[in-house]
């Protein structure tokens, strides 16, 4: 099969996630920059990414770089890419979004409208035709200019990775599931360990929590862009992904995943996300203020997204609230605490600094990741086989 390179874009501060789990797949890493990974795969890599990769937002088909510093030079340099190696005869394609940094080309809809005009003109001169219906499959192109360097990937993915197909119902100011899924995958939390998110919401955190803990691949059950592409890579490719995705599920025994909330109507939510990502019996939801959290056990996770005033009405709460977690947790004092929050005076109102403070974008949005970590649990004791 032939080799590619694919770019896989992620989180800012959570390259290294990625990066693990490329390599557990087996690619090869080629390139680590800020929020994106480089990595080299047959075109069997572009189904397995797309199914198993956490968290990625999407997986891009690496076409062509180049340098560009006007407008004809990236007209010429497109044009001269073998755009018929990638697109059919009746492929429909455009650049679907254009972005620059630091670059002389600066304006998005302008290098979009110059980039498929020289993809035309390209493969007119190739399918001698002049005209193309383009009513076959879907072909977006997102590029990237930095620094002059153009990066032309083709979108195998389509929709954001980071919608599953399972939440359907979201609370305010959600955390993505690639985000909550790189936060569990960035902490030493593990399957036997206790978990619990007392601000669940939709029930993301404890729903990624359970897909990890029982290995249900992420895009199991949803549809990809690439699929289409029986040009590049025959339909076989994806359901091979598919079936070895469902051959890896592990039954989940013994998961300990408490998922708490103050709004009944959020809680009945997330029971519902968690049922159609099939692993709601894994986890128990519960109509809870923090003011009430407890454990009777020690050694496990508080992973969260507590409110951080988005809103200007929400801001004068949030002294009390960040005051009202610091108690609780404390109560909890052998476990380890990664709180995700927006609030600026998180740290302050929670009583204690956070051990470790990482700076994350959710979205458009600065956030921070405050890692707390408590002690390690005892070894166990080792019991000496018998002898026969």
């Known amino acids: 099969m032939e080799r590619y390179e694919y770019i896989a874009p992620c989180h800012f501060g959570m ?30 890599a572009m189904c397995r990414a797309n199914v198993f990769l956490r968290t990625t937002e999407r997986v891009l088909l690496k076409v062509a770089c180049f340098t560009a ?34 670059s002389t080309l ?28 383009e009513n076959g499959p879907s072909y977006a192109l997102r590029v990237t200019l930095m ?25 305010k100011a959600p955390v993505t599931e690639t985000l909550a899924a790189a936060i569990l995958l960035l902490s030493p939390w593990k399957a036997d360990r206790h978990l619990v998110d007392p601000f669940c919401g939709s029930g993301t955190f404890c729903i990624e929590a359970a897909m990890i ?9 949803r549809d ?32 300990s995943i408490q998922g708490y909330d103050i709004d009944g109507e959020i809680v009945a939510a997330a029971r519902e996300n968690a049922r159609n990502a099939e692993v709601e019996e894994f986890i128990h939801f519960q109509e809870r203020p923090v003011a009430a959290l407890s454990h009777p056990k020690k050694y496990g996770f508080i992973i969260t997204n507590p409110p951080y005033g988005e809103r200007l009405d929400d801001k004068a709460a949030m002294p009390a609230l960040y005051r009202e977690m610091g108690e609780a947790f ?29 700076k994350i974008y959710n979205g458009m949005m600065k956030t921070y990741l405050l890692e707390y970590m408590g002690p390690k649990p005892p070894r166990r004791p080792v019991t000496p086989e018998k002898e026969n």
């Open 224 to 255: 990809f862009a690439a699929e289409d592409w029986t040009n590049l890579l025959p339909r076989k490719c994806w359901y091979d992904a598919v079936t070895e995705a469902n051959d890896l599920v592990f039954p989940g025994d013994g998961l």
């Open 106 to 133: 600066f304006s998005p809809s302008d290098i979009q409208s110059i980039m498929k005009k020289a993809m035309v003109e390209r493969l007119k001169t190739v399918y001698h035709k002049e005209w193309f219906e």
């Open 15 to 44: 390259e290294a996630v990625l990066k693990r789990e490329i390599a557990d797949l087996g690619y090869e890493i080629t390139n680590v920059e800020d929020g994106k990974i480089t990595f080299a795969g047959d075109a069997a």
């Open 330 to 358: 404390s109560r909890l004092d052998s476990w380890s605490y990664y709180i995700l929050t927006g609030y600026e005076e998180a740290e302050h109102y929670f009583g204690r600094k956070a051990d470790k403070k990482r």
């Open 69 to 102: 510093t006007s407008f004809d030079e990236l007209f010429e340099k497109t044009k001269a890419v073998a755009w018929e190696q990638y697109i059919p005869e009746n492929g429909r394609f455009w650049v679907a979004k254009a972005t620059s940094i630091k």
């Open 147 to 171: 620094k002059d360097v153009v990066t032309i990937g083709l979108d195998t993915s389509g929709e954001s990775l980071h919608r599953r197909g399972y939440r359907l119902l979201t609370a």
């Open 213 to 221: 803990a029982t290995h249900r691949a992420p895009g199991m059950n």
